[in-house]
């Protein structure tokens, strides 16, 4: 923060406002927007703490990705479809896919 200050010193100097900063071992931060997803890898992140409220500081190497319309299904989806209605995988995705439910796809194939 102070170029030239011992950290040790500035810990104490924070603790005596009532602020605390603890650093949150994170793998990775996802920021979701209506627009995008913004994607920090390798972050360091920071906790702190000053007044009941509650700030985050973030830094790392930032992507974007666009925000995906269509529901991702996934392979226990599928399963789930199959085991109950004893379809094969191509016919529970298929449906799936036009569902985007896994309870309509279970109705629809039964």
Known sequence: MFPGMNPKKMQGMLSKMG???EEIDATRV????AEKNIIIENPAVA???MQGNK???ISGDISEAPISSEPE??????????????CSEEQAKSELEKTNDI???IINLS
């Open 103 to 105: 309870a309509d796809a």
């Open 55 to 57: 700030t985050f500081q």
């Open 19 to 21: 602020i605390a900063q």
């Open 73 to 86: 299904i996934t392979q226990e989806d599928i399963n789930t479809v199959m085991e109950k209605t004893g």
């Open 47 to 49: 906790q702190i703490s």
């Open 30 to 33: 996802i920021i979701e927007t």
